[in-house]
């Protein structure tokens, strides 16, 4: 996958390309975490439409956030790694939409 740096091309010595994969996937778990907290609600056994439905759209959220974090973190293990412009304001949005998710949730 990591393909031979262009002549005359040095590596980052301290290997922030690397460091931001494991960040993003650190990130990612961390979703995992937050998605399975907020459709917790949905398995109690008197849970009505509504609740299952914003369950439905926590688990959506999140697993648009696991793909962006994947091709993200794939993204950065190439050689020269490449920026993510509208990974990063994806990722915010969708962390946003979780927060009024979980909010609505709460008041539930």
């Given at each position: 996958?990591?393909?031979?740096?262009?002549?005359?091309?040095?590596?980052?010595?301290?290997?922030?390309?690397?460091?931001?994969?494991?960040?993003?996937?650190?990130?990612?778990?961390?979703?995992?975490?937050?998605?399975?907290?907020?459709?917790?609600?949905?398995?109690?056994?008197?849970?009505?439409?509504?609740?299952?439905?914003?369950?439905?759209?926590?688990?959506?959220?999140?697993?648009?956030l696991?793909?962006?974090?994947?091709?993200?973190?794939?993204?950065?293990?190439?050689?020269?790694?490449?920026?993510?412009?509208?990974?990063?304001?994806?990722?915010?949005?969708i962390?946003?939409?979780?927060?009024?998710?979980?909010?609505?949730?709460?008041?539930?």
């Amino acid at each position: 996958m990591t393909a031979d740096p262009a002549p005359g091309y040095v590596r980052d010595p301290g290997a922030s390309a690397e460091r931001t994969r494991l960040a993003w996937r650190r990130t990612g778990m961390s979703a995992t975490v937050v998605a399975l907290l907020a459709a917790r609600p949905a398995f109690a056994p008197d849970a009505r439409p509504g609740i299952i439905l914003l369950a439905a759209l926590a688990m959506a959220g999140w697993a648009v956030l696991v793909a962006l974090a994947y091709r993200r973190a794939h993204w950065l293990a190439v050689w020269p790694p490449r920026p993510g412009r509208r990974a990063v304001t994806s990722y915010a949005l969708i962390t946003a939409a979780f927060a009024l998710l979980g909010t609505v949730l709460v008041l539930l």
